[in-house]
């Protein structure tokens, strides 16, 4: 059984910057049907939204317009670890955080497209 495992989230002030890991037991990020993973984040009271995502082969990136310029998706030579590179926070990045799979392998920014999910880490930014 596959399993994503984020982490790297906490409190930080406005203008700060974290880097959150997704690491994936079982499975590399290369490997077939794994080759496209994003990250998306939950704010409270408010739905799931994509925040990034990669398509490993391509090397493409895309990034919800809300991040874009302040953070960065990446993965580890060995790619069993995903990463996301956040600067210049803001308050309202304050958010559970989550990575997971496309498993539709289309590249998508939709929730129904990405399974399985990691049960997510905290990020709170203080104004």
């Known amino acids: 059984q596959v399993q994503l495992v984020e982490s790297g989230g906490g409190l930080v002030q406005a203008g700060g910057s974290l880097k959150l890991s997704c690491a994936a037991s079982?499975?590399?990020?290369?490997?077939?049907?794994?080759?496209?993973m994003g990250w998306f984040r939950q704010a409270p009271g408010k739905e799931r939204e994509f925040v990034a995502a990669i398509r490993w082969s391509a090397g493409s990136i895309q990034y919800a317009d809300s991040v874009k310029g302040r953070f960065t998706i990446s993965k580890d030579s060995s790619a069993t670890t995903m990463y996301l590179q956040m600067n210049d926070l803001k308050p309202e990045d304050t958010a559970v955080h989550y990575c997971a799979r496309d498993s539709s392998g289309s590249y998508s920014r939709r929730l129904i497209d990405y399974d399985p999910w990691g049960r997510g880490t905290q990020v709170t930014v203080s104004s």
């Open positions: 079982g499975v590399t990020f290369s490997s077939y049907r794994w080759y496209i």
